[in-house]
């Protein structure tokens, strides 16, 4: 049985895909999406050769090997372009996911990659803006909570293959943030990227549980900072103090 993160990610991926795990670990995701008959075949991509090893034996106890094919590299490379639809990547933070993707994109690997379904650990906010930026959108989102940890899980399509009313423009509509009177427009966008368009468009206690906590966690930053009274501590104490501001003023304004 996968945790509750993982099946979620696996829940994303679409019926039938060819699909690339990167930074697969143990391979736990393409093994459960072979056995379980969603998926025809996958390729897991490991970089280190510790998790490579784990994933190899994985997939061999499962008597998968003929159907999981598991490779050793840095992010993408290990992909042939057009050999598979979708990327599912887990597990690390936002910006080292970004920058996978972004390595990729420019040696040609995400060529017919319609799907990718993404969980970054923290700096989702990062992982969204590259998506917006390298035409993905985002279909839905999740957060969920697992062992005292909260997690966000991402899927988004390719624009060629994002349904027509489903768009970059509607999904971030400042609009969503319409009940927070004292932003201005491009700060509500700054927020819906942080926060995730579609978490804020139906609220959970799990994305009120994760703001409270980051408020309290840049409460206690701004402490430390304030007790050295230098112009560089005094910025940076402004800076934190507006950021825990936005934080209330949008979880008030939430359902
Ligand atoms: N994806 C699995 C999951 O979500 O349960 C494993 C997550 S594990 C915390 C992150 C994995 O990514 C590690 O096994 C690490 O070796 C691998 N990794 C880190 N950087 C990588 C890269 N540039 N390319 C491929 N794998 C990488």
């Known amino acids: 049985k996968l945790s509750k993160r993982l099946q979620q990610i696996a829940d994303f991926v679409s019926e039938g895909?060819?699909?690339?795990?990167?930074?697969?670990?143990?391979?736990?995701?393409?093994?459960?999406?072979?056995?379980?008959?969603?998926?025809?075949?996958?390729?897991?991509?490991?970089?280190?050769?510790?998790?490579?090893?784990a994933a190899k034996r994985q997939v061999a106890e499962a008597g998968l090997t003929k159907r999981i094919e598991?490779?050793?590299?840095d992010g993408l490379e290990?992909?042939?372009?057009?050999?598979a639809d979708t990327v599912t990547v887990a597990g690390m933070g936002g910006s080292l996911m970004a920058d996978i993707l972004e390595a990729g994109r420019i040696a040609g690997k995400l060529e017919g990659v319609r799907e990718l379904v993404l969980q970054p650990n923290v700096g989702e906010e990062i992982v969204r803006k590259w998506l917006v930026k390298?035409?993905?959108?985002?279909?839905?989102?999740?957060?969920?909570?697992?062992?005292?940890?909260?997690?966000?899980?991402?899927?988004?399509?390719?624009?060629?293959h994002s349904p027509a009313a489903v768009t970059n423009e509607d999904v971030y509509?400042?609009?969503?943030?319409?009940?927070?009177?004292?932003?201005?427009?491009?700060?509500?966008?700054?927020?819906?990227?942080?926060?995730?368009?579609?978490?804020?468009?139906?609220?959970?206690?799990?994305?009120?549980?994760?703001?409270?906590?980051?408020?309290?966690?840049?409460?206690?930053?701004?402490?430390?900072?304030?007790q050295s009274d230098t112009a560089e501590s005094r910025g940076k104490e402004a800076q934190l103090r507006s950021e825990m501001k936005g934080i209330e003023e949008v979880l008030s304004c939430l359902p």
């Open 70 to 73: 598991v490779r050793q590299g």
């Open 134 to 160: 390298h035409g993905y959108v985002l279909q839905t989102e999740e957060i969920l909570e697992e062992d005292g940890r909260i997690y966000e899980v991402l899927h988004a399509l390719h624009k060629q």
């Open 17 to 53: 895909a060819r699909v690339a795990d990167i930074g697969s670990d143990h391979a736990l995701l393409p093994v459960y999406l072979l056995q379980s008959g969603k998926c025809p075949a996958a390729i897991a991509g490991e970089l280190n050769t510790g998790p490579f090893k």
């Open 78 to 83: 290990v992909l042939v372009p057009g050999e």
């Open 173 to 226: 509509n400042p609009a969503i943030l319409a009940a927070v009177p004292s932003m201005d427009e491009e700060a509500k966008l700054e927020w819906l990227y942080r926060m995730g368009p579609y978490l804020l468009r139906r609220p959970t206690e799990v994305l009120h549980s994760k703001w409270r906590l980051e408020r309290t966690k840049l409460e206690w930053i701004c402490k430390q900072v304030g």
